[in-house]
Protein backbone atom coordinates (compact mmCIF):
# COMPACT_ATOMS: atom_id res chain seq x y z
CA UNK A 1 0.00 0.00 0.00
CA UNK A 2 1.15 3.53 -0.67
CA UNK A 3 0.12 6.37 1.50
CA UNK A 4 -1.92 9.67 0.66
CA UNK A 5 0.69 11.39 0.17
CA UNK A 6 3.43 9.30 -2.47
CA UNK A 7 -0.01 8.73 -4.05
CA UNK A 8 -0.39 12.55 -4.79
CA UNK A 9 2.91 12.80 -5.72
CA UNK A 10 2.67 9.92 -8.42
CA UNK A 11 -0.20 11.51 -9.72
CA UNK A 12 1.63 14.70 -10.38
CA UNK A 13 4.09 13.04 -11.60
CA UNK A 14 2.06 10.76 -14.06
CA UNK A 15 0.74 14.58 -15.26
CA UNK A 16 3.37 15.35 -15.92
CA UNK A 17 4.94 11.98 -18.04
CA UNK A 18 0.86 11.38 -19.65
CA UNK A 19 2.37 10.99 -23.30
CA UNK A 20 1.17 13.02 -26.56
CA UNK A 21 -2.08 11.05 -27.45
CA UNK A 22 -0.99 10.91 -31.29
CA UNK A 23 1.94 9.47 -30.14
CA UNK A 24 0.65 6.87 -27.57
CA UNK A 25 -1.76 5.94 -30.31
CA UNK A 26 1.28 5.18 -32.28
CA UNK A 27 2.71 2.54 -29.86
CA UNK A 28 -0.56 0.66 -29.33
CA UNK A 29 -1.29 0.70 -33.22
CA UNK A 30 1.98 -1.40 -33.32
CA UNK A 31 1.26 -3.96 -31.44
CA UNK A 32 -1.71 -6.39 -31.92
CA UNK A 33 -2.69 -6.32 -28.01
CA UNK A 34 -2.73 -2.79 -27.72
CA UNK A 35 -4.55 -1.90 -30.91
CA UNK A 36 -7.47 -4.40 -29.75
CA UNK A 37 -8.57 -1.91 -26.97
CA UNK A 38 -11.36 0.03 -27.45
CA UNK A 39 -11.01 4.17 -26.68
CA UNK A 40 -11.84 4.25 -23.27
CA UNK A 41 -9.85 0.95 -22.29
CA UNK A 42 -6.96 3.05 -24.51
CA UNK A 43 -7.42 6.15 -22.28
CA UNK A 44 -7.40 3.97 -18.76
CA UNK A 45 -4.26 2.10 -20.37
CA UNK A 46 -2.40 5.80 -21.03
CA UNK A 47 -2.95 6.99 -17.72
CA UNK A 48 -1.47 3.81 -16.43
CA UNK A 49 1.91 3.93 -18.21
CA UNK A 50 1.82 7.76 -17.29
CA UNK A 51 1.79 5.56 -13.83
CA UNK A 52 3.96 3.55 -14.10
CA UNK A 53 6.57 5.77 -16.33
CA UNK A 54 6.54 8.38 -12.83
CA UNK A 55 6.35 5.60 -10.19
CA UNK A 56 9.32 3.05 -11.56
CA UNK A 57 12.74 3.56 -12.51
CA UNK A 58 14.05 3.08 -16.12
CA UNK A 59 17.95 2.47 -16.13
CA UNK A 60 19.32 1.17 -18.92
CA UNK A 61 22.94 -1.61 -18.95
CA UNK A 62 25.36 -3.00 -20.81
CA UNK A 63 26.09 0.55 -22.25
CA UNK A 64 22.63 1.33 -23.12
CA UNK A 65 21.04 4.80 -22.40
CA UNK A 66 17.45 4.37 -22.93
CA UNK A 67 15.63 7.44 -24.05
CA UNK A 68 11.87 7.95 -23.64
CA UNK A 69 10.89 6.40 -27.30
CA UNK A 70 12.44 3.12 -25.58
CA UNK A 71 10.68 3.17 -22.15
CA UNK A 72 6.96 4.17 -23.36
CA UNK A 73 6.56 1.15 -25.33
CA UNK A 74 7.48 -0.67 -21.95
CA UNK A 75 5.67 1.06 -20.21
CA UNK A 76 2.29 0.84 -22.19
CA UNK A 77 3.19 -3.07 -22.23
CA UNK A 78 3.25 -3.29 -18.62
CA UNK A 79 0.25 -1.30 -18.12
CA UNK A 80 -2.06 -3.99 -20.16
CA UNK A 81 -1.95 -6.57 -17.73
CA UNK A 82 -2.41 -3.93 -14.57
CA UNK A 83 -5.42 -2.48 -16.91
CA UNK A 84 -8.53 -3.97 -14.53
CA UNK A 85 -6.38 -5.13 -11.22
CA UNK A 86 -4.91 -2.42 -10.88
CA UNK A 87 -0.40 -0.64 -9.78
CA UNK A 88 -0.76 -2.28 -6.49
CA UNK A 89 0.19 -5.79 -8.79
CA UNK A 90 3.56 -4.40 -9.50
CA UNK A 91 4.39 -3.28 -6.10
CA UNK A 92 7.12 -5.33 -4.83
CA UNK A 93 9.46 -3.71 -7.66
CA UNK A 94 10.67 -0.61 -8.38
CA UNK A 95 12.72 -0.65 -11.11
CA UNK A 96 13.10 -1.58 -15.05
CA UNK A 97 16.51 -2.26 -16.31
CA UNK A 98 16.84 -2.04 -20.14
CA UNK A 99 18.93 -3.84 -22.62
CA UNK A 100 19.50 -2.81 -26.30
CA UNK A 101 19.29 -6.99 -27.11
CA UNK A 102 19.27 -10.13 -24.92
CA UNK A 103 22.19 -10.72 -22.50
CA UNK A 104 24.00 -12.95 -20.49
CA UNK A 105 22.55 -14.11 -17.00
CA UNK A 106 24.32 -17.15 -14.65
CA UNK A 107 21.92 -19.46 -13.69
CA UNK A 108 22.05 -22.15 -11.38
CA UNK A 109 20.16 -25.51 -11.86
CA UNK A 110 19.70 -28.65 -10.05
CA UNK A 111 18.91 -31.24 -12.40
CA UNK A 112 16.64 -34.85 -11.66
CA UNK A 113 19.59 -36.50 -10.38
CA UNK A 114 20.22 -33.59 -7.64
CA UNK A 115 23.37 -32.98 -9.80
CA UNK A 116 24.06 -28.43 -9.66
CA UNK A 117 24.66 -27.20 -13.08
CA UNK A 118 26.09 -23.90 -13.48
CA UNK A 119 26.70 -21.42 -16.17
CA UNK A 120 25.60 -18.42 -18.45
CA UNK A 121 22.93 -18.20 -21.02
CA UNK A 122 21.11 -15.91 -23.29
CA UNK A 123 17.82 -13.94 -21.57
CA UNK A 124 15.26 -11.63 -23.35
CA UNK A 125 13.78 -11.06 -19.90
CA UNK A 126 14.44 -11.45 -16.32
CA UNK A 127 11.88 -10.61 -13.11
CA UNK A 128 13.92 -10.88 -9.71
CA UNK A 129 11.63 -11.57 -6.49
CA UNK A 130 11.64 -8.36 -4.90
CA UNK A 131 14.03 -7.19 -7.77
CA UNK A 132 14.19 -5.57 -11.16
CA UNK A 133 12.11 -6.54 -14.73
CA UNK A 134 15.41 -7.17 -17.02
CA UNK A 135 14.03 -7.18 -19.95
CA UNK A 136 15.60 -6.59 -24.01
CA UNK A 137 14.32 -4.16 -25.89
CA UNK A 138 14.25 -6.32 -28.88
CA UNK A 139 12.49 -8.63 -27.44
CA UNK A 140 9.51 -5.88 -26.44
CA UNK A 141 9.94 -5.40 -30.10
CA UNK A 142 8.85 -8.47 -30.82
CA UNK A 143 6.38 -9.00 -28.36
CA UNK A 144 2.57 -8.14 -29.16
CA UNK A 145 2.02 -9.48 -32.25
CA UNK A 146 -0.75 -12.42 -32.15
CA UNK A 147 2.01 -15.35 -31.72
CA UNK A 148 2.09 -15.86 -28.37
CA UNK A 149 5.32 -14.11 -27.79
CA UNK A 150 4.88 -11.24 -25.22
CA UNK A 151 8.34 -10.93 -23.23
CA UNK A 152 7.24 -7.77 -20.88
CA UNK A 153 3.74 -9.81 -19.97
CA UNK A 154 5.84 -12.99 -18.75
CA UNK A 155 7.96 -11.07 -16.52
CA UNK A 156 5.06 -8.96 -15.23
CA UNK A 157 3.11 -12.45 -15.17
CA UNK A 158 6.44 -13.16 -12.54
CA UNK A 159 6.09 -10.11 -10.67
CA UNK A 160 2.58 -11.06 -10.18
CA UNK A 161 3.18 -14.45 -8.88
CA UNK A 162 5.77 -13.07 -6.69
CA UNK A 163 3.48 -10.97 -4.69
CA UNK A 164 3.11 -13.89 -2.13
CA UNK A 165 6.20 -15.95 -2.62
CA UNK A 166 8.01 -17.65 -5.15
CA UNK A 167 7.34 -17.73 -9.06
CA UNK A 168 5.32 -20.80 -8.60
CA UNK A 169 2.40 -20.22 -10.54
CA UNK A 170 0.29 -19.78 -7.98
CA UNK A 171 -0.01 -15.89 -8.09
CA UNK A 172 -2.90 -13.93 -5.39
CA UNK A 173 -6.35 -15.14 -6.65
CA UNK A 174 -9.62 -12.64 -6.30
CA UNK A 175 -12.31 -14.12 -4.18
CA UNK A 176 -14.21 -15.36 -7.31
CA UNK A 177 -11.86 -17.90 -7.88
CA UNK A 178 -11.53 -21.13 -6.04
CA UNK A 179 -8.13 -22.03 -4.84
CA UNK A 180 -9.06 -25.65 -5.63
CA UNK A 181 -10.01 -24.90 -9.32
CA UNK A 182 -7.23 -22.87 -10.27
CA UNK A 183 -4.67 -25.95 -8.87
CA UNK A 184 -6.71 -28.23 -10.57
CA UNK A 185 -7.31 -26.40 -14.08
CA UNK A 186 -3.60 -25.34 -13.36
CA UNK A 187 -1.60 -28.99 -13.02
CA UNK A 188 -3.87 -31.04 -15.25
CA UNK A 189 -2.95 -28.16 -18.15
CA UNK A 190 0.47 -28.81 -16.97
CA UNK A 191 0.42 -32.11 -16.95
CA UNK A 192 -0.86 -32.46 -20.60
CA UNK A 193 1.57 -30.15 -22.48
CA UNK A 194 4.65 -32.67 -20.47
CA UNK A 195 2.97 -35.40 -21.68
CA UNK A 196 2.69 -33.96 -25.30
CA UNK A 197 6.48 -33.53 -25.14
CA UNK A 198 7.54 -36.82 -23.61
CA UNK A 199 5.15 -38.05 -26.97
CA UNK A 200 7.24 -36.04 -29.02
CA UNK A 201 4.16 -34.33 -30.32
CA UNK A 202 3.96 -30.39 -31.39
CA UNK A 203 3.76 -28.43 -28.21
CA UNK A 204 0.15 -26.36 -28.68
CA UNK A 205 1.85 -23.37 -26.73
CA UNK A 206 5.89 -22.65 -26.51
CA UNK A 207 7.37 -25.58 -24.71
CA UNK A 208 9.14 -23.01 -22.17
CA UNK A 209 6.16 -23.43 -20.49
CA UNK A 210 7.36 -27.09 -19.37
CA UNK A 211 10.13 -25.94 -17.60
CA UNK A 212 7.96 -25.38 -14.07
CA UNK A 213 4.60 -24.27 -13.11
CA UNK A 214 5.82 -20.70 -12.91
CA UNK A 215 6.82 -20.92 -16.38
CA UNK A 216 3.64 -22.37 -18.10
CA UNK A 217 1.48 -19.58 -15.54
CA UNK A 218 4.06 -16.79 -16.96
CA UNK A 219 3.95 -18.39 -20.73
CA UNK A 220 -0.16 -18.78 -20.19
CA UNK A 221 -0.27 -15.36 -19.60
CA UNK A 222 1.57 -14.28 -22.73
CA UNK A 223 -1.10 -16.00 -24.77
CA UNK A 224 -3.85 -14.95 -23.00
CA UNK A 225 -2.63 -11.56 -23.87
CA UNK A 226 -1.09 -11.98 -27.27
CA UNK A 227 -3.14 -15.32 -28.72
CA UNK A 228 -6.33 -15.32 -27.06
CA UNK A 229 -7.53 -17.85 -29.83
CA UNK A 230 -5.33 -20.07 -29.02
CA UNK A 231 -5.13 -20.63 -25.40
CA UNK A 232 -8.99 -20.46 -25.44
CA UNK A 233 -9.00 -23.41 -27.99
CA UNK A 234 -6.25 -25.75 -26.21
CA UNK A 235 -6.78 -24.83 -22.32
CA UNK A 236 -10.16 -22.86 -22.43
CA UNK A 237 -10.21 -23.81 -18.29
CA UNK A 238 -6.63 -21.82 -18.22
CA UNK A 239 -7.96 -19.26 -20.39
CA UNK A 240 -11.14 -18.59 -18.38
CA UNK A 241 -9.17 -18.46 -14.87
CA UNK A 242 -6.63 -16.03 -16.59
CA UNK A 243 -9.87 -13.69 -17.71
CA UNK A 244 -10.76 -14.07 -13.47
CA UNK A 245 -7.08 -13.10 -12.71
CA UNK A 246 -6.69 -10.35 -14.92
CA UNK A 247 -10.14 -8.92 -15.26
CA UNK A 248 -10.36 -9.13 -19.24
CA UNK A 249 -11.14 -10.84 -22.02
CA UNK A 250 -9.21 -10.37 -25.23
CA UNK A 251 -11.56 -12.87 -26.81
CA UNK A 252 -14.40 -10.34 -26.76
CA UNK A 253 -12.17 -7.63 -27.88
CA UNK A 254 -11.24 -9.39 -31.05
CA UNK A 255 -14.71 -10.34 -31.49
CA UNK A 256 -15.65 -6.43 -31.34
CA UNK A 257 -13.06 -5.26 -33.83
ZN1 LIG B 1 9.94 -16.92 -17.01
Known amino acids: MIGWFRRQLLSRKADEMMPDAAEFDAVCGASRCLALLDRE ?10 MILAGKQFHGAGGFQPGWEHCLPVAAHAALPALEIGLEA ?8 LYEDEFES ?12 RGRDLRAGEAWHRGPVVLSLADVHQSGHG ?3 HVVVHELAHQLDHLNGDADGYPPLPRQIAH ?4 DTFSAAYRRLIREM ?10 YAAESPGE ?10 DWPERLSEVEPGVYRLLAALYGQDPLVRLRNR
Not at 106 to 117: K, L, M, P, Q, T
Not at 198 to 207: G, K, N, V
Not at 216 to 225: D, H, I, K, R, T
Open 41 to 50: ERRRLRRLAA
Open 90 to 97: YSQFHTFI
Open 106 to 117: DFEEIDDAGVVH
Open 147 to 149: DGY
Open 180 to 183: RDWV
Open 198 to 207: DRDEEPAIDP
Open 216 to 225: FFAVASEYFF
